[in-house]
């Protein structure tokens, strides 16, 4: 297991480590092609809050504070377990596991999320109870 990995573990169980959500290696590996996956119905809003998507224009500094709500629609509700978070690489990364507790069926919350300089699609997918998806990518772009 890597060393970020473990970092990345430890934080995700609730300790004071800065999580490292992705390792250099996962970093520089090139983008996948945007995902084609779409619903015939709308499925539950995924509002990203903090980094703004105005923040998006310009490269961040690590860490950076992850915060993202989920909205169910249609008197739905959403499971932790109904969200799925990837990094869109080749191949790609499933940092759904690595997210741990930050996941909740109100959003995600990262306070501190370390990551390595370079371009980060993320992939966010929510179920909700009436089994209706949403997929949304936010691209974060980590300064040098």
């Known amino acids: 297991m890597s060393a970020s ?18 390792t250099a290696e996962e970093a520089a590996r090139p983008d996948a092609p ?11 809003a995924i509002h990203l809050l903090s980094p703004t998507p105005r923040d998006l224009i310009r490269p961040l500094t690590s860490p950076v ?8 629609t249609n008197g739905a509700s959403i499971a932790s377990s109904a969200v799925a978070v990837r990094l869109m690489k080749q191949p790609s990364v499933d940092l ?13 919350d990262l306070p501190i999320m370390k990551l390595p300089p370079g371009r980060f699609p993320l992939l966010i997918s929510v179920v909700d109870s009436n ?7 936010y691209t974060l772009t980590i300064a040098k």
């Open 65 to 72: 504070h992850l915060k993202i709500a989920f909205e169910p």
């Open 5 to 22: 990995l473990l970092l990345g573990l430890v934080a995700a169980s609730g300790s004071s480590v800065e999580p490292t959500l992705v």
């Open 96 to 108: 759904t596991s690595r997210l741990g507790r930050s996941i909740s069926p109100a959003g995600i």
């Open 34 to 44: 945007p995902d084609p996956r779409r619903s015939l119905f709308p499925g539950p």
């Open 131 to 137: 089994g209706d998806r949403r997929v949304t990518i």
